[in-house]
């Protein structure tokens, strides 16, 4: 009854929206920010990356010939980045309810390759925060924890104990005062354990692939596929809960969040980090050839509902049950509320039907 009289009012504010239940005006979403980054010319030259002051800029080798970046990766020596921010501008965020991904084309060398089996550290990328992000990832030393981050991690260290390699998908929430290890949100067993012999693919030296994260703010949910040429490999065949994983697909190693804590991130980065659990020696060491990134971002829009980076017809039904229902998680009570007065109330169908019609 309620919805049904809902419905009607949008319908008499703006007349014919409620018959847009179906898809159309399907259009690239605006406010969609993406970049690829392919060597063509050095990209620090040119001014799209950069290297903090305090971190030691030989890490990264371009190659003109190649048309590639090489970062040596040496968790012995100080963390280095090497830093994109996400848009031209560098005022673009992103957080829990904004939708983005990238994805990064690699090829680790064998030549000088050494994971120590009895240590844990990472070959990793991803976003951070020019601000907030320190350069502790591994947690050992402090004060300057790696909140805020967003990361590729690919461990190769084999343990007589412990299993490996693993690979995943780490989000690591702003620095809520709880202490830096409860803010990291990563998958762990056997969904980001590599057991060739129960099926998972390896990542093998000298061989290259795309690492492509998604993160999809609707679900929570970060995911993880690694290809090579166009093929998603099964790296997920034995994965948590059973094959496949909790999405039942053998290619995607997935990371749920659970803390609605914030996060937020401004940049893109190659992380090398250091491992400030092992002060004594290298834990990895590994050089890497980069051959392409691409960053796609589609930040929250108001009044898409249904999380797709459009505001179309598709979005009625969502809002509709947003109301009566109550938003299911803040990042639909955010999207909802288009008064601004921090609830979605039948207050709220005014601005959303402009939203629609404005579009
Ligand atoms: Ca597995
Ligand atoms: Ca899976
Ligand atoms: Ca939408
Ligand atoms: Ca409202």
């Known amino acids: 009854m309620r919805k049904e009289r809902l419905c009607r009012s949008i319908w008499f504010t703006a007349a014919g929206l409620c018959m847009m239940w179906l898809p ?34 030989s890490r990264f080798s371009y190659d003109v010939t190649e048309q590639r970046l090489v970062v040596h990766y040496d968790t012995f020596e100080p963390t280095a980045w090497y830093v994109r921010p996400l848009d031209e501008e560098g005022e673009l965020t992103l957080g829990l309810c904004d939708a983005y991904e990238f994805s990064v084309t690699f090829r680790i060398r064998s030549d000088g390759f050494f994971a120590d089996p009895h240590q ?22 402090g004060p300057a924890f790696a909140f805020d981050v967003v990361g590729f991690d690919y461990y190769p260290n084999v343990s007589p104990f412990f299993g490996g ?62 290809l090579q040429g166009n093929i998603p490999l099964a790296i997920n065949a034995d994965g948590g ?27 893109f980065a190659l992380t090398a980090w ?24 589609m930040p929250a829009r108001r009044a898409d509902l249904n999380f797709d980076g459009d505001v179309n017809g598709l979005d009625v039904a969502p809002f509709v049950v947003a ?8 990042c639909v009570a955010e999207r909802a509320d288009l008064d601004d007065d921090g609830e979605v109330t039948p207050d709220d169908v005014a601005g959303f039907v402009e939203a629609l019609l404005s579009e």
Do not use: C, K
């Not at 920010?33 to 392919?38: A, R, S």
């Not at 109301?323 to 803040?330: M, R, S, V």
């Open 24 to 57: 159309q005006m399907v259009h690239a979403g605006d406010g969609v920010t993406t970049w690829v980054e392919d060597f063509v010319d050095d990209p620090i030259a040119a001014g799209r990356f950069d290297v903090p002051h305090h971190h030691d800029d």
């Open 120 to 141: 844990f550290a990472q070959i990793g990328w991803g976003l951070i925060n020019t601000q907030t992000t320190g350069d502790d990832r591994a947690g050992g030393e």
């Open 165 to 226: 390699p693993t690979l995943g998908s780490t989000l690591i929430h702003s620095d809520s005062g709880a202490g830096f290890f409860s803010a990291i949100e990563f998958a762990f067993g056997a969904e980001s354990q590599i057991d060739s012999h129960l099926g998972d693919a390896m990542i093998a030296l000298d061989t290259q692939y795309t690492a492509n994260v998604q993160y999809d703010p609707a679900d929570r949910v970060l995911t993880l596929r690694i």
């Open 241 to 267: 809960g059973g094959p496949g994983g909790p999405d039942g697909d053998p290619t995607t190693i997935q990371t749920y969040l659970f803390q609605d804590a914030p996060i937020e991130v401004n940049a």
């Open 274 to 297: 250091q491992d400030t659990f092992n002060p004594f020696d290298s834990s990895v060491i590994a050089d890497v050839e980069i051959l392409r990134i691409v960053l796609t971002a």
């Open 323 to 330: 109301l009566l229902d109550g938003p299911a998680d803040a």
